[in-house]
């Protein structure tokens, strides 16, 4: 019985590491584009998109991939400003990446 729990737990550790990109030889920082034209998603230019609630979410369009963040405040709650109607986006956030975006 106690094999069995042993290999099950090996098992378990074996699948939680597969998911870290760092074995798969993505580095863990998560600012970076590593595609195309691979570049720090500061340099993106972005827009907030207001989903059906009337809350804000920070988006970007590089061309070939498209990002979203939740907005938030500074005590992590969401953002509703009302920069938009809900469902619709506010600002230039297809700009900021020479790949051009067939939309």
Not at 74 to 91: D, I
Request: proline content about 8%; some cysteine.
């Amino acid at each position: 019985m106690k094999l069995v729990k042993l290999c099950a737990a090996l098992s378990l550790g074996v699948l939680v590491s597969a998911c870290d990109e760092g074995l798969r030889g993505y580095p863990a920082d998560k600012t970076i584009d590593r595609g195309i034209n691979a570049h720090s998603l500061k340099s993106l230019k972005w827009g907030v998109y207001v989903d059906p609630d009337g809350c804000d979410h920070w988006i970007s369009d590089d061309g070939v991939e498209g990002y979203q963040v939740n907005r938030l405040d500074r005590y992590g709650k969401p953002v509703c400003s009302g920069v938009a109607p809900p469902t619709y986006t506010a600002g230039d956030f297809k700009g900021g990446s020479p790949i051009p975006d067939p939309n």
